[in-house]
């Protein structure tokens, strides 16, 4: 049973859409930028992880040793990036390089 004092769905849309003003966002909208902008800082955050790795100076017996886990890896960040990028070109973007400052 509902409660007298209970507003109802369209007083509630109502209410809503008269606090919403011209230029202000749903807080879903809020919610999926930060969204976007956190899965552009995690992107930035493994090339800089990816930026620290240096191989070159392991000895041959080291990177014999980890070379399977190191393979395994290398193909899946490969395959995540070509996702990534695969998706970004499906939608008609080209992908280009940063111009040198």
Do not use: Q, Y
Not at 27 to 43: C, K, N, Q, V, Y
Not at 50 to 55: A, F, K, P
Not at 65 to 75: F, G, I, P, T
């Amino acid at each position: 049973m509902r409660s007298i004092n209970a507003p109802t769905l369209s007083a509630a849309l109502t209410g809503r859409a008269s606090r919403a003003t011209p230029g202000t966002r749903d807080p879903l909208d809020r919610l999926r930028t930060r969204d976007r902008i956190e899965s552009i800082a995690r992107l930035r955050a493994a090339a800089r992880a990816l930026g620290d790795v240096d191989v070159s100076g392991w000895d041959d017996a080291t990177l014999t040793d980890h070379l399977d886990d190191l393979s395994k890896v290398l193909c899946s960040l490969d395959a995540e990036l070509a996702r990534v990028a695969d998706a970004v070109r499906a939608r008609g973007f080209r992908i280009a390089e940063p111009k040198a400052a």
